[in-house]
């Protein structure tokens, strides 16, 4: 069973970044299928810096469309953005130096730190996204 299924409660009403959110919900879901067989050690390191490529990438689309609109929160949501990759640079850093062990506190914490972005932060832009044609 995934840690995270998604389902309409999570789309912002913008087509490109649902389809970039659910690719962040697969990426945490590799992670933890392979957990639960025992095989999350041999992975973490490739989906973590998948899960930071991929982020980048989301990240920086978002931006550029607000920026482009002029979303009125943009600031505040691109200091989100750094706060977020910056967790996941350090969660990598302490795999990476061997002091962060594949336990389920770092699944939560990837699956909070998910959801409760595209919940909470990202919902807010799609009615604006929306109302300038964005979908």
Known sequence: MALLTWNDGYSVKVKQFDDQHK?????V???HDAMKVGKGGQIIGDVLKALIDYTGTHF???ER???LHSYPDYEAHKKEHNMLVMQVLDVQKKYQEGNAPITQNIMN????????HIQGDDKKYGPFLNGKGVV
Request: proline residues 0%.
């Open 60 to 62: 920086a689309a978002e």
């Open 109 to 116: 914490f990837l699956k909070e730190w998910l959801v409760k």
């Open 65 to 67: 469309l607000m920026k």
């Open 23 to 27: 690719k962040l919900i697969d990426l």
């Open 29 to 31: 879901n590799q992670l």
